[in-house]
């Protein structure tokens, strides 16, 4: 459906503002009212929008919406298309970093890693289709929701006049669901090593106290792995209140020695050196014993995976008279531009299909249920560390 409208009134005149990313000048309204009016007299733009059955726009060069089908009409929940006239895609879909600055979308600090931007000004300077995937945050309802689409922006001629048809597939519960799957089976991968493992020793063992010794080891990671299906779980339901917190006495120190021993029989730790540095604070906190260990694994298997053969992580804790945190070091730099988005739901630095759940999980638990605090800090010099901190409790 063609948009002949009246959002441009207040916008501001962009050609000259900053931006990080894509130009951020925007076509005046009489030029957008003459772009629409040739489309609506186009047969095949009219084809296009009434046949095409997936969500798609038509833009101008200057990214911004000139025409748009029922489907995605229904999908940002408008009746009349007047009102996205003139917006780009990320204004359209209320991306909550559209408005970063004065340019509007495409030039934000975030537009830099953004898919969506990055298909349509490869389009535009190649003057050839291109692909990508977007990782969007978008306010909707008064509440910011991670979205996942696959992008395809295609230049096209109409009257002589070079337009974009931009295409959008909307992957977000199939991204999510492969990326609960790549976790869930990574994280079950490991502990059924460490049963196998536990087992063996069980077999073979003599000793009476060494044998309850591994008696209480498989116990315990049998209780992990019942709680592993807990926090799957509570992925699944998309942070509703379904997962019920086992809040207790948690011995610092005994967290460690196991997290030592879980990360003895990953395989993302072979030919590193994992340090832990001493000393351990001799204390006790009131947590989830195994969402603070679930928390600490993925702060290490990062670590970990960001590190070379040969390279070293660092993990250590420190306390004061309120809290207790727990850091891990890796010499591996994160780029600026992902910096930005290390904690978006499905957003990976890896190409794997099913990424982008681990450092998302590590905030979300960190700081939804347990009540800390899930940062980071990452430069060329001082290298990269990730820290939890929690409150001691009662």
Known sequence: MMTTGKNQNNRKKAKDCETFFAPAEHAGQDVLKKNVE???????????????????????????VLALNASLMKSLGIDDAEEVLGLRPGEAIHCIHAHDQPGGCGTSRYCVTCGAVIAIVAALATDSAQERTCVATVNKNGKNTDL???????????????????????????????????????????MIAGLKLSSHLLDTQQDPVKRQEVIACIAKVTRQLDREIEIQRAL????????????????????????????SKYVVSLEKTFSILEPIPQITITSDAALLKRILVNMVINAFEATEPGGAIRFWVKQTDKDVSFYVWNRQAIPPEQQLRIFQRNYSTKSDSGRGLGTYSM????????????????????????????????
Not at 158 to 187: G, M, N, P, S, W
Not at 371 to 392: A, I, M, N, W
């Open 38 to 64: 040739l489309l609506t007299s186009n047969p095949i733009a009219d084809t296009l929008l009434h046949t095409v059955s997936g969500l798609m726009a038509i833009l101008n060069e200057q990214r911004q």
């Open 148 to 190: 996942f689409f696959r992008v395809r922006c295609t230049p096209v001629v109409f009257d002589e006049k070079r337009f974009l048809l931009l295409f959008l597939q909307d992957c977000t519960i199939q991204q999510q669901q492969a990326a609960l799957e790549y976790v869930f089976f990574h994280d079950i991968q490991n």
């Open 236 to 263: 699944t339901s998309k942070e509703s209140d379904t997962f019920s917190l086992l809040m207790e006495e948690v011995d610092v120190g005994c967290v460690v020695n196991e997290l030592r021993t879980m990360l």
């Open 363 to 394: 905030k979300l638990f960190g700081e939804t249920y347990l009540g800390g605090q899930v940062d980071f800090t990452s430069t060329e010099e001082e290298g990269t560390t990730f820290h939890l901190r929690l409150p001691k409790g009662n």
